[in-house]
């Protein structure tokens, strides 16, 4: 069954609208989290690592400020995108792990459209 | 930097024929780990195995197989007897000992034809 899970899987919004998705370790804690961005057809880009308990790590050309991310607990982390705009419309997938060394486990990931 | 680069944009198979996916990588460090996921057209993300790169024997999970060339940085993924269900976009991925942060190559869309 889903370690991960990621919460909404779909979401539509307006212009200007915020929009928030969740990404929680269902069995295990994860002190880190990732936040993936995936183009259609293409890879998954990797956004932010997500800290437990502190700042996130965001990727260079990743706007923090439209991007926020906040781990507020050893099992979920959300991802904020603020001001949203049609070019912030794409695939979004966190991801977290057990330990450091072992598999990463997706969430199913979330497609935000933006009108 | 690390970076994956896979040479394959797509590939296609016949049903129950063997189909070869290719992945080179490029790191500095000796402490690694290295991946292959599968995304089906659900987009889920699924691990179709992985590798340490301390271990010489190239690892194995029932159908799906490696041929992992450390020195020459390969790490191809070979798929036996295909079936329709095998259609996806694979990615290789790779990830420093000690991090948790993966990066992947572009990925390979596999076909598999009845």
């Known amino acids: 069954g889903a370690v991960v899970s990621q919460h909404p899987s779909r979401v539509i919004c307006k212009s200007g609208t915020s929009v928030k998705i969740e990404c929680r370790s269902l069995?295990?804690?994860?002190?880190?989290m990732f936040w993936y961005r995936q183009f259609p057809k293409q890879s998954l880009m990797l956004m932010a690592t997500?800290?437990?308990?502190?700042?996130?790590?965001?990727e260079q050309g990743v706007e923090k400020d439209k991007f926020l991310i906040n781990h507020a607990s050893l099992t979920l982390s959300t991802l904020t995108v603020t001001s949203a705009h049609p070019e912030d419309s794409s695939f979004y997938i966190c991801s977290a792990s057990r330990q450091v060394g072992s598999p990463l486990h997706f969430g199913n990931g979330t497609r935000l459209t933006v009108t | 930097a690390q970076t994956v680069t896979q040479s394959q944009p797509e590939m296609s198979v016949q049903e129950a024929e063997t189909v070869t996916l290719s992945c080179t990588y490029d790191t500095s460090e000796s402490d690694y780990y290295l991946f292959w996921y599968k995304q089906p057209p659900s987009r889920q993300m699924i691990l179709v195995i992985r590798q340490e790169a301390y271990k010489q024997q190239n690892a194995t999970e029932n159908r799906f197989s490696v041929n992992f060339q450390k020195a020459a940085k390969s790490f191809s993924l070979k798929i036996s007897d295909s079936q329709l269900g095998d259609a996806a976009m694979y990615f290789c991925a790779h990830v420093q000992g000690g991090s948790e942060k993966l990066v992947f190559g572009k990925g390979t869309k596999l076909t598999v034809n009845p």
């Open positions: 997500s800290n437990e308990g502190s700042k996130a790590t965001y």
């Open positions: 069995d295990f804690q994860a002190t880190t």
